[in-house]
């Protein structure tokens, strides 16, 4: 695999999504992520990797829920504070989905994402920024 498992579990859950709502457009892309999933994986850590597949596609599909409407321009109609708590859940639901793509490499090998890293230390300046004042 040419990325690390976490990312590749969370790009394919994205990509079934895709095919159960958009359709058959969606679909060759689909079947190469996943014929690499069931090719290259190790049978020991098949259902590991499937418990881990199936939190990701879950999360996915809260996220997918979330975004449509906005995605579609249904701000005024949603109302922007709707919008406002939408974010803070999408944005609540992308760091779980992070954490389980780090497990994935912890587990399996692979290098972790640096979002994690750099949300953490953007948190850390700001508050220790708020102390200074």
């Known amino acids: 695999m040419k990325q690390n498992l976490g990312e590749f579990l969370d790009r394919t859950s994205i990509l079934l999504h895709k095919v159960q709502k958009i359709g058959e457009k969606s679909y060759p892309e689909f079947i190469k992520y996943a014929e690499e999933l069931l090719l290259e994986l190790p049978e020991e850590n098949f259902t590991e990797v499937i418990r881990g597949f199936r939190r990701l596609y879950n ?75």
Do not use: C, D, H, S
């Open 59 to 133: 999360i996915n599909g809260k996220i997918w829920e979330l975004e449509y409407n906005i995605r579609m321009g249904e701000e005024k109609t949603l109302g922007y504070e709707e919008v406002g708590r939408r974010a803070i859940k999408i944005r609540n639901l992308n760091n779980e989905r992070l954490k389980i793509q780090n497990e994935m490499i912890e587990n399996f090998g692979g290098y972790r994402n640096p979002n994690v890293e750099y949300w953490q230390e953007e948190k850390l300046k700001r508050k220790l920024n708020k102390e200074k004042k």
